[in-house]
Each structure stands twice: as C-alpha cells, then as structure tokens.
C-alpha cells in the first residue's frame, strides 16, 4: 500500500489490526501470516474509508461555494455571498 499522507496514523491503525488478529486467529484455517495480512490490510482500509468520507463532507478545496451571514447595517436580512476557490 502507497501510504504517503498520516503514516503514523495508518501505521497504528495496523499494529491495532495485528493486535486484533493475533486475539481473534482460528489456527485451523490456516496460517498466521496471511491471515494477519489480511485483517491489518482490511483495517487500514476501512479507515482510508472513514478519512475520505469525513474528507469529503468537511473538506472542499474546488469549485464555489456559499458564506452566508449577516450584514454589517442592523438588519436582520440574510447576505449570500457567493465565492469562487481557485484551482
């Protein structure tokens, strides 16, 4: 797996999966080491899938979006703003 961002994140998260297998192994099905491989890859996987749901509902860095506040003059009237981010 090509990990480049949150290393250490990533690499705890697959100590706790090796952890996690060497609690819940069934030696007769079969090796160890793959099924180590296995459950860590599985668990690392499933948080890059957190990190890009949670990314993508909470990170936007394309395209437009709406700032909306009030305005300086007193009244209680809604301003939208509408911005564009550079790509």
């Excluded at 099924?35 to 949670?54: E, V």
């Amino acid at each position: 797996m090509h990990i480049y961002k949150n290393e250490d994140k990533f690499y705890q998260v697959g100590l706790i999966g090796l952890w996690e297998a060497t609690l819940t192994f069934d030696e007769r099905k079969g090796r160890f080491s793959n099924y180590a491989y296995t459950y860590m890859k599985g668990k690392i996987l499933s948080q890059m899938n957190r990190n890009n749901q949670w990314n993508s509902k909470h990170i936007h860095t394309q395209g437009e979006f709406y700032l909306i506040g009030r305005c300086n003059t007193g009244s209680h009237h809604l301003n939208k703003i509408r911005c564009v981010l550079p790509v």
